[in-house]
């Protein structure tokens, strides 16, 4: 029985795709066949911060059309065996979407992989409806910011209503400093504000937005702090018990995270 879980925020540009991308790498990494799905209709980008643009042949219209099969639309990874992407197309709109297709879509999927995350679009519109319509568990992505978490509060309450009952969050862009410094929120407000379990946190780096403009996942770069928060959060979603990822200037932690 695979696990179909839709990454989503009440805002845009949070980390959405970022943390998607990552996370399926992880899970890839340890054994798990993941299919990662582009729900984000209008911009491809998956593709691009995965490095596979020049894979994508087809895309779902193709599968519509009946210009191709549905295992031909899926881009294998480069670097992960068991990691195939469903890139998004341009050319379709939500109402397009034919039901049937969809259906026997994610049958195909259900019966192939292990995970299926869905990496949804901003908002709560039509990409939102469409990507909680296929899943079951809901990971909210947020930033330590109150417009963000008052907004995700909305959302809990939008996947609750769509009988998603199993959401958790993830903290994405966590900068020590600005906590410190009193300009960011901290973990126990967002967790206070949103009442859900932690899932995990990522922290602010640049090396996020370089690996993802050189189509490079910061996954599969080993030394990084940020390899180790995706490696700590894949091990969480398997059940595995695990500490929040540390910050190199340890002495801030318990000011950070007490209360
Ligand atoms: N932990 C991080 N540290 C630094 N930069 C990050 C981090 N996470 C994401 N970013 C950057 O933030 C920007 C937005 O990220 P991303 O595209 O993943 O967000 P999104 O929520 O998917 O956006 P959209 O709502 O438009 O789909 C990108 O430039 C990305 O590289
Ligand atoms: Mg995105």
């Known amino acids: 029985m695979s696990r179909i879980i839709t990454m989503t925020s009440g805002k845009g540009g949070v980390g959405k795709s970022s943390v998607s991308v990552n996370l399926a790498m992880a899970l890839a990494h340890h054994q798990y066949k993941v299919c990662l799905i582009d729900g984000d209709f209008g911009l491809k980008n998956l593709d691009v911060m995965m490095g596979l643009e020049n894979r994508v042949v087809y895309d779902l219209n193709d599968v519509i059309q009946g210009r191709c099969d549905i295992h031909q639309v899926l881009v294998k ?11 998004a197309c341009k050319s379709l709109s939500f109402q397009n979407l034919d039901a049937t297709v969809m259906a026997s879509l994610i049958k195909y999927l259900e ?9 949804s679009p901003a908002g ?3 990409g939102f409806t469409y990507a909680t319509s296929i899943a079951d568990e809901a990971i909210i992505v947020v930033n330590l910011d109150l417009a963000t978490l008052r907004d995700n ?7 609750m209503k769509k009988n998603i009952h199993n959401i958790s969050m993830i903290i994405n862009r966590v900068n020590v400093e600005d906590i410190e410094e009193g300009r960011s929120l901290t973990i126990n407000d967002a967790k206070e504000i949103l009442a859900l379990p932690l899932l995990g946190i990522v922290y602010d780096d640049h090396e996020m937005i ?3 403009n050189r189509g490079r996942p910061i996954y599969l770069q080993k030394g990084q702090l940020l390899h180790q928060c995706f490696e700590n959060i894949s091990m969480r979603i398997l059940g595995h018990d695990r ?3 540390k910050y190199k200037k340890r002495s801030l932690l318990s000011r950070i995270f007490s209360g």
């Open 77 to 87: 990874d480069k670097r992960e065996n068991s990691l195939y992407l469903l890139p």
């Open 111 to 119: 019966t192939e992989f292990d995970f299926i995350l869905v990496d």
């Open 124 to 126: 709560i519109e039509q």
């Open 153 to 159: 509060d909305r959302v809990v309450g939008l996947l």
């Open 210 to 212: 370089e690996s993802n």
């Open 243 to 245: 500490a929040l990822t």
